[in-house]
C-alpha cells in the first residue's frame, strides 16, 4: 500500500489507553521491534502481551501523541515535559509505522510536539536516538535538531 501524503486524512491527538487496542500496540511493537533488532543486548525479546503491559505502563509517566490516516493510527510521540530551571519537552520516544515512513509524519509529530512544549513554557525539546537509527538521525537534522553530546559505552 503506497499512500501520498495528499491522499491521507491526518489528524494529530493525544492518545488514551483505549487506542492500545486500536493501532497503538502495533506501533509501540514494531518501534520497540526494530529497537531490538538494533540492540538486542539493551532490548529484551519481550512477548506482545509484555509489550503491551509495559505500554500500558507507559500512561502514568508518558503523554503520547498518535497521528491518524483517517480512523488508523500509523504514529505516535511519547513525551514528558521537565521543569527545572527551565522547562523542557522530553521525546520518549517516536514510531511512525514502516509503509508510512518518509512521508512527512516524523515531522508533524515533532511539530506538535514543539507546539505544546511552547504552551507549556519549555524553552526547547531533548531526544535521545541510537546510532543504528539512521534513519530517523537523518530526519531530526533534517528538521532543525542539533547534536549536543555523545554517550560512550563499553560492553562488558
Known sequence: MENNVDDM?????EANINDIDKG???VFIEGYRYHQ???PDIFANLSDEELKNELIQRF???TTIVILDGDNIVGHLSYIIKKRKTGKLDVDELVILERYRGKGLG???MDEAKRIAKENGCNRIELNCWLFNENALEMYEHIGYKRQRIIYEMKL
Open 107 to 109: 515531522k508533524k509529530l
Open 24 to 26: 497503538l500496540l502495533e
Open 9 to 13: 486524512n491526518l489528524s494529530i491527538r
Open 60 to 62: 502514568d509517566k508518558l
Open 37 to 39: 533488532n538494533g540492540r
